[in-house]
């Protein structure tokens, strides 16, 4: 199945609850205006709830689910539009109520949205609403940008959210016959827990690998790369994958037991996992004084960036922006230590020679690599990259597939040229590790 | 997306809290209309309106006109007139097939409220 195709399912099964509401609403309940803001509140509040269980199922982090939707990241980004949605849904959902109810008088509106402390059924509603705008507004950065941490703390009261709307649900639902209602909700609801808990009870006992940090190797001023041993069974992975790191070491000064993704740098040849970590908030940062021999435990591997991770089929265009190399150094790696050859063209974007990270690896690997080519593109010097630059290192670009690692702005510049020079979308693959 | 969803945050406050003020500055619009002319009824007078032009019923407690009403009601006039001048508690929680009415209707019976029904009925 492609990958948009999925998506299109994912959005599928969230439009049933809906569908089916509209199907089985009375149209001779709809005369006034008063009884169509009525119907459409109740529609807003069926389809935010159905859209709101859907991101909770595909919130689930089972390695190997996410790629027939092309990766993790793009999963995730369904998730987040599921998100947005089912918020956008949920706050028109009593405000329309609301305005349904002023057809029949204004204390009627402001008792539907205060209604007596005795209705429990609606202020379950009002609290999982609430506690939505909470856990979803350092998603949405409606108070500036969040720390990844806290976000995660706080994207926990997803959980209780989605509980007390279940409970407003079936307390107050009537749009469907009754056992279609319990059965539809029933089975979104467990496969949202099931997502769920495999997640906090089963990921972490039994998804974790157990390593052993064996190096850690300073790349310059802001990078060290890791090299991990596995204790036991060691992670089988592609170039280009990217896994959970949780650090055990006692004396980090921050992020201890904390979750991270990493892209891994390492070819999957190699018995050593390598993660190459940049400065980027105060767990990378204490990352940089890691201790050798601390314990450390992987999650993964998640994501698909290569469509073919062993060997180059078909020219490619790569272009890295800063730690966004680490998923092209893995692939390098990797067809060295095998021997490929591959027509690829790699622009790596960094902001001056100082940054230039792995540079004397990246040279060798490339002369290792037949029919490989490899451009460094400093901004301080040419300015953001450019159609000219790009035509002028990589005059062949329409014929090639696009892969795009860097920081967000660059991905949507890369994006656009790589349309521009004809290359279809279904052949541009991004990978972003700004995750908000 | 982002500024969508904030948009519509701040709109959504922006829209109950107004609801919420004007009702608490139109304070008439709590009051409602002959609250004091409110009585109560027994089950043989409401029995007396048990007609279309004349339908009161009697539902968990409370006594309605609903004669104003009939004519806005989604079902035809015929299947309400049974339950004209009765206890129609029955009829207004199952609709006769099992299924409550909505919220809004229940808001909606508050407009045809003129008293309740006299105690030990």
Partial sequence: MKARNAHILVWAVAAVPPVLFLAMLDPAQMQSPGEILHAAGRLTGVAGLSLLLVAAIVSVRIPGFDRPFGGLTRLWRTHHLLGAWSLILLLLHPALLALAAADLSLSAAASTLLPPWSDLASWSGWLALVLMMGFLAPSFSFFGRPRYESWKRLHRLAGPAVALALLHNFWLSRGLPPWLDVALWSTLALLAVGAVAWRFVFSRRAGRLRYTVAEVRPVDNSVVELGLEPVGRALRHEAGNFVYLTLDDRELAAGRGEEHPYTLSSSPDEKRLRIAIKVLGDASRAVQFLRTGSRAHIEGPYGRFFLSPDRVERPELWVAGGIGVTPFLARMRHLAGRGESGNVCLVFCVQDPAREIFSDELRQLAERIEGFRLHTHYFYREGPLSMEYLASVCPDLGERDAYICGPRPLNELMRQHAAAAGIPASRIQSEEFELL | ?121
């Fill in chain 2, 1 to 121: 997306m982002k500024q969508t969803v904030y948009t519509i945050f701040v709109a959504f406050w922006a829209c109950v809290l107004t609801i919420l003020a004007l009702d608490a500055l139109t304070p008439s619009a709590q009051a409602g209309p002959d609250q004091s002319e409110k009585t109560s009824y027994t089950l043989d007078e409401v029995a007396e309106h048990d007609r279309l032009d004349d339908c009161w019923m009697a539902i968990e407690g409370k006594v309605y006109d609903f004669t104003d009403y009939i004519d806005q009601h989604p079902t035809p006039p015929a299947l309400l007139e049974p339950w004209c001048g009765t206890e129609a508690t029955e009829g207004m929680r199952t609709k006769g097939y099992g299924r409550d009415h909505s919220e809004r209707a229940w808001q909606m019976a508050e407009q045809y409220l003129i008293g309740s029904l006299a105690e030990g009925e």
